[in-house]
């Protein structure tokens, strides 16, 4: 009886002593929890704020460039110039998926050229519209040299319609001169703006806030959580929909400094400002302009939420404490089975902070590719764009052409490596329709080259295996698989290679399973653990990326499926894979 009442005594004063501390703490925490996402959220839109302010770098570069080229060719006096300038616009357009639209006006608004990206298929537009009554033209007309006026962020218009579907648009506009020095006309170039949003989108996606928006100066938005609420100030009917309507206070402190942090209507406001002229004035141009043009980037997130994530901290916390009190107890009681308890949980932990830190680690190293991908292909849309120009005006200087070659032949290297960035970046992102295993494998199996050294041994069943998945992904991955078997079988007199395909039961589930068997150098115990990890590659330095057996993994995994690799080395390799089969009668007619 006393045993028991001490038990029970030295329980509860545990749990006491715990609980008291434990609310001590999570009060505490409460402050450090908003501080941190206050914090977090200015570094993620700083962030947000050098893309935009790289992208609007390039649009810099672009009219820079293509404004020498008119003052050196005066197209609009001399009409054989026209020729060799519609190239330069046509070559841009073919190089970049920045631009929409590169036109040259006189100065009467009248367009003398306009060449349009139409979707990827560049041309010159054939009817010249006059712009004479758009607001740009007038404010370009005011412009100095080495000045721009940069337009609003808008949705483009046609015929004095908003073209469908609608066409977000930045226009850079800066003038042309004679060599004589007399203002001829205006260069005109429109950004896409899509490009620029849907970046920035994918980046505000994985904000600490409940949202992000972008804004201008005006408190309209320009991308945000709602639809409706976008590109109001184009739309009769829409004029009251911005933020100063809808939080009047935070946007008083949002337009009146730089950087910011309110609260409003039961929510906290975190802005930072992106100013196009202190951006375009790193790289030597003046903006002018009626208005300074300011965007304003907004993350939000209302008290409910933090306080979700205050009170998951604090129940986190208490009962931690609690658990702490027990296990003070316990150990009272009982050290053995304390210490045996503590162990496995140890265990587990480890387990799961281990799978936590693969995923963020691979979804960085995607994060990382896609934007070193995006950047990368700024970089080869000029190098190209020029070398193109090079090539053009030096036709006679043999020897300069083959240095040229060397260029071209490098640019496709690494573009090569780009599309292989983009690719992983990617391998999250799916359009998923039905189709038939056994076909796909087929076409693929007859379609990749391979050395007369190599045989390729088929073995799929003739029974169709339905699948719902991504066509080009499941492409994509057959192709990393085949080509790493002809590679480890390269030095080989006679290789072979073995590809089966046929329908299993695994865990009372429909599988189709795939192995691909080569006989070729194999891996090496030591390699074969991290031959799934992006970025890991045996081959000799620019012969391999190191992202094709990633993919692979992604792929399997993003449909529910399963992969393991056997190697030995100097006898070969084998790779299974199981990939969970569909109903044929949901597919349709598919084939």
């Known amino acids: 009886m006393i045993a028991t ?62 404004v020498d080229q008119i003052n050196l060719h005066n197209p609009i006096q001399d009409i054989q110039s026209t020729g060799t300038l519609s190239e330069d616009f046509l070559s841009f357009l073919r190089t970049s998926t920045l631009f929409d639209q590169i036109r040259l006006l006189n100065m009467d608004g009248q367009e003398v050229m306009r060449a349009n990206y139409n979707n990827g298929h560049p041309a010159l537009a054939s009817e010249l519209q006059n712009k004479s009554d758009r607001y740009y033209f007038r404010e370009g007309l005011k412009l100095k040299r080495g000045e721009v006026y ?7 218009m046609e015929n004095g319609h908003i073209e469908e579907p609608e066409k977000p648009t930045i226009r850079l506009l800066q003038p042309v001169y004679t060599p004589g020095g007399e203002k001829i006309g205006l260069l005109v170039i429109n950004a896409l703006g899509t490009a620029i949003l849907t970046h920035l989108q994918m980046e505000m996606a994985a904000s600490s806030a409940q949202h992000v928006s972008l804004l201008n100066e005006e408190g309209f938005w320009l991308a945000g959580p709602e639809k409706q609420d976008l590109w109001a100030f184009m739309f009769p009917g829409r004029e009251n929909r911005t933020l100063a309507n809808q939080a009047p206070q935070a946007w008083q402190a949002i337009s009146r400094t730089k950087r910011s942090v309110s609260h409003d209507h039961g929510g906290t ?31 939000y997130y209302s008290d409910a939420y933090i306080d979700a994530r205050v009170a998951g901290e604090h129940h986190m916390m208490m009962s931690g404490a609690i658990a702490f009190g027990i296990a003070i107890a316990i150990i009272i009681l009982g050290l053995q089975r304390l210490i045996r308890e503590s162990r496995l949980h140890r265990l587990a932990e480890i387990r799961s902070l281990e799978a936590k830190a693969e995923q963020e680690k691979t979804a960085a190293m995607v994060t990382i590719a896609g934007g070193i991908g995006h950047e990368f292909n700024n970089i080869l849309t000029g190098i190209i764009g020029a070398t193109y120009l090079i090539r053009s005006k030096l036709a006679d200087r043999p020897e300069l052409q083959a240095r040229l070659h060397t260029i071209d032949h490098s640019c496709q290297r690494a573009a090569g490596l780009v599309k292989h960035l983009m690719t992983f970046a990617q391998v999250d992102i799916f359009e998923k329709s039905g189709l038939i295993l056994n076909e796909l494998i087929n ?149």
């Open 269 to 299: 406001y975190i802005s930072d400002t992106i100013s196009p002229a202190d951006l375009f004035s790193n790289f030597g141009l003046r903006v002018n302009g009626p208005t300074r043009r300011e965007w304003k980037l907004v993350a």
């Open 443 to 591: 076409r693929q199996a007859t379609a990749i080259p391979r050395p007369d050294n190599i045989t390729l041994s088929l073995d799929v069943t003739p029974a169709p295996l339905y699948l719902e998945a991504d066509y080009n992904k499941l492409e994509a991955m057959l192709q990393h698989l085949l080509s790493n078997a002809i590679d480890a079988i390269a030095d080989k007199t006679a290789g072979n290679i073995r590809l089966s395909l046929a329908a299993t039961t695994a865990d009372t589930l429909q599988y189709a399973s795939l192995t691909i068997e080569d006989n070729g150098c194999g891996i090496s115990p030591e390699n074969l653990a991290s031959v799934f990890d992006p970025f890991f590659t045996t081959k000799p330095q620019g012969e391999g990326v190191g992202l094709g057996l990633s993919l692979v993994h992604g792929v399997v995994h993003s449909l529910a499926g399963k992969i393991s690799i056997n190697s030995t080395p100097g006898h070969g390799t084998r790779v299974d894979i199981l990939l969970p089969l569909t109903n044929a009668k949901n597919h349709g007619n598919a084939d």
């Open 5 to 66: 009442l001490r038990t029970a005594l030295i329980t509860l004063l545990c749990l006491c002593i715990s609980a008291a501390a434990g609310y001590w703490v999570s009060a505490r925490t409460i402050t450090s929890i908003k501080e941190q996402t206050n914090h977090d959220i200015s570094n993620q839109l700083t962030m947000l704020k050098s893309d935009l302010g790289l992208e609007l770098g390039h649009m810099s570069n672009a009219l820079a460039f293509l």
């Open 150 to 156: 940069v337009s609003p962020f808008d949705l483009n």
